[in-house]
Structures are given as structure tokens and as C-alpha cells.
Nanobody, 122 residues
Framework: VQLQASGGGLVQAGGSLRLSCTSP????????MGWFRQAPGKEREFVAG???????YYADSLKGRFIISRDNAKNTVYLQMNSLKPEDTADYFC?????????????????WGQGTLVTVSS
């Protein structure tokens, strides 16, 4: 499945931003989706995941500030990011997997979109 992430940009600390990840493929609805991020000089890390029916799970450190959702009719998954902090600055990637159970493991996501850069200024 092809994925295209968008919505990144520059935002002040405390602000909000919504990322989108769209696909031209009708099979989008069959995949569990995830968001990952990679800060400068750091390894890529899991942010949030959502299953085909909308069940969600998050990295513990981001619960309450980030919300993942999907609209299968639009072949789109979203990441709403609130109360942003400078440490949230990173390239954000969406990814898809057909693994049945909830997974935060990068190696289990088969398809990746390009990153969209989020910069949070202090």
C-alpha cells in the first residue's frame, strides 16, 4: 500500500498540529496503521497505532497529548498533536502492517510513507 504523509510544519510550544497520511489504495482499510517519529540524532520511535476498526494504542509518554484516528472512507489516518513541546520536534512517518495484534515494533510495519517534518519552537 502506498502512503503519503502531510501536515508537518513549524509551531510554537503549546500549539497543536494535525498530520494526515493518505493512500490511493482501496486496501488501506485492511491495514493496521501506525505513526512513528525520528528526532535529529535519535532512533525512530513508535508514537501511536490504530487497528482496522479504530482501536487505538499509544506510546506511554504521549498518552493524553496525541490522538490517532482514521477515516477509511477517505483512506486517511490522522495524528492530532496537542500541547506540543520542543522535544516533539521530529520527522513523523506513517506506516502500515497486516499484523493482527497491536504492535509498536517498526520491523512489523511493512509499508512506510515519507516523513513530514514537525518543528516545535520554544
Amino acid at each position: 500500500v502506498q502512503l503519503q504523509a502531510s501536515g508537518g510544519g513549524l509551531v510554537q510550544a503549546g500549539g497543536s498540529l494535525r498530520l494526515s497520511c493518505t493512500s490511493p489504495d482501496r486496501t488501506f482499510r485492511n491495514y493496521r496503521m501506525g505513526w512513528f517519529r525520528q528526532a535529529p540524532g535519535k532512533e525512530r520511535e513508535f508514537v501511536a497505532g490504530i487497528d482496522r476498526s479504530g482501536g487505538t494504542y499509544y506510546a506511554d509518554s504521549l498518552k493524553g497529548r496525541f490522538i490517532i484516528s482514521r477515516d477509511n472512507a477517505k483512506n486517511t489516518v490522522y495524528l492530532q498533536m496537542n500541547s506540543l513541546k520542543p522535544e516533539d520536534t521530529a520527522d513523523y512517518f506513517c506506516a502500515a502492517t497486516s499484523v493482527v495484534g497491536a504492535t509498536s515494533q517498526q520491523s512489523q510495519y511493512y509499508y512506510w510513507g515519507q516523513g513530514t517534518l514537525v518543528t516545535v519552537s520554544s
